[in-house]
T-cell receptor, first 113, second 114 residues
Framework: KAGVTQTPRYLIKTRGQQVTLSCSPISGHRSVSWYQQTPGQGLQFLFEYFSETQRNKGNFPGRFSGRQFSNSRSEMNVSTLELGDSALYLC????????????FGQGTRLTVV | AQKVTQAQTEISVVEKEDVTLDCVYETRDTTYYLFWYKQPPSGELVFLIRRNSFDEQNEISGRYSWNFQKSTSSFNFTITASQVVDSAVYFCALNGGATNKLIFGTGTLLAVQP
């Protein structure tokens, strides 16, 4: 069974640009969550999508957005990039029920210069 | 408010030593779930275990064991006879209430020296 796939693995962007990250969940999983990991703030929840609907949202500015497609694949978009957006972005896939195991991808390392 | 505290920032042991990673959580929910994840240098968070708040039975899986105590709000993780391959950052996480959101601790960096 294939795991969670995130693309691309590495990205370098310039301040002010926008970026789109992709996540393909485990087959059969309907929930996709996104997390940001930085040395200063640790792992923080961005948002969760379930059946193409945003179900939960963390405390991030509106520059961070996402969507989920009918095949459960999800994309995350960050507009008007800031230096502080440099982080490892991790995607988690689960069946969707509260408390079910979440399986993570290898992440996308975003560097904003 | 929900919170997870991993007071140990870094632990260094010599191979074959036993090591315990501490995790203390706070929640007002009566139903909640606790997790441990391992993050090797590659970056991926590897799922290790899930526990729900109604199951205080300790669990052992090979060299790994977990001790869940609701009375002290702790969910500690012990590695017996540690190996170099156990070197990683270990995260404890809490999921409570009606959402699927995970609240992570700050992680413990475990270095196992040969």
């Amino acid at each position: 069974k294939a795991g969670v796939t995130q693309t691309p693995r590495y990205l370098i962007k310039t301040r002010g640009q926008q970026v789109t990250l992709s996540c393909s969940p485990i087959s059969g999983h309907r929930s996709v969550s996104w997390y940001q990991q930085t040395p200063g703030q640790g792992l923080q929840f961005l948002f969760e999508y379930f059946s193409e609907t945003q179900r939960n949202k963390g405390n991030f500015p509106g520059r961070f957005s996402g969507r989920q497609f009918s095949n459960s694949r999800s994309e995350m978009n960050v507009s008007t990039l800031e230096l502080g957006d440099s982080a490892l972005y991790l995607c988690a896939s689960s069946l969707g029920g509260v408390g079910t195991e979440a399986f993570f991808g290898q992440g996308t390392r975003l560097t904003v210069v | 408010a929900q919170k997870v505290t991993q007071a140990q920032t870094e632990i260094s042991v010599v191979e074959k030593e036993d090591v315990t990673l501490d995790c203390v959580y706070e929640t007002r929910d009566t139903t909640y779930y606790l997790f441990w994840y391992k993050q090797p240098p590659s970056g991926e968070l590897v799922f290790l275990i899930r526990r729900n708040s109604f199951d205080e039975q300790n669990e052992i899986s090979g060299r790994y064991s977990w001790n869940f105590q609701k009375s002290t709000s702790s969910f500690n993780f012990t590695i017996t006879a540690s190996q170099v391959v156990d070197s990683a950052v270990y995260f404890c996480a809490l999921n409570g209430g009606a959402t699927n959101k995970l609240i992570f601790g700050t992680g413990t960096l475990l270095a196992v020296q040969p």
